[in-house]
């Protein structure tokens, strides 16, 4: 029942909404920079509209999983039947997250060039691929926090069910020091 539990709430991540990433293609009939402008500003409300969406089902997720994992530590199930899968789906989840951000930050360098390039045109032209560029890559920003954070969420779930034994934790720079100290002398 747990398994299953976990698994389907697990399952109910999903990928993010595609966020609309090409300004440089303006041969598609766009006849003016205003008319540009308009249309990528209204495919970025879109895109901010998708994600502020799934970032609220990520919430939703995170509250179903806190209340089934809060469930198993009160019942006190043995957690080597579901941690190795809970492993497997942070792995999945974090893998993810790290080529998301190695696609976001290809994106990002090519929009800043875009709009380097579009400043050298100056006057109007510079302006909106500027705007368009920060908006679009403030929304990369806004996913990649969030797959960030549940990354972490998970991982502090995990955590609290690992039986493996701790390191010391110091509150107190002096014993922290004198910790270190005692190894570096050993």
């Keep these: 029942m747990f398994d299953a539990a976990l698994i389907d709430a697990l399952d109910r991540v999903s990928s993010?909404?595609?966020?609309i990433r090409s300004l440089a293609d303006m041969s598609d009939g766009v006849s003016s920079t205003a008319k540009f402008a308009k249309r990528q500003s209204a495919q970025l409300d879109r895109a901010e509209a998708s994600l502020s969406e799934w970032m609220e089902e990520g919430r939703a997720v995170r509250a179903s999983l806190s209340v089934i994992l809060e469930q198993a530590l009160s019942e006190g199930l043995d957690p080597m039947t579901f941690l190795p899968k809970l492993d497997e789906r942070i792995a999945l989840i974090e893998l993810a997250a790290v080529r998301a951000a190695?696609?976001?930050?290809?994106?990002?360098?090519?929009?800043?060039?875009?709009?380097r390039v579009a400043k050298k045109l100056g006057g109007e032209v510079a302006s909106v691929f500027a705007d368009i560029a920060g908006r679009t890559i403030r929304i990369m920003e806004r996913e990649l926090e969030d797959r960030g954070d549940f990354v972490l969420f998970l991982k502090a779930w995990r955590a609290r069910f690992d039986q493996t034994p701790k390191q010391p934790s110091f509150e107190d720079p002096k014993k922290l020091e004198g910790h270190l100290k005692a190894i570096l002398a050993a």
């Design 102 to 115: 190695q696609e976001s930050d290809e994106l990002a360098l090519s929009l800043r060039r875009q709009a």
């Design 16 to 19: 993010p909404p595609a966020i």
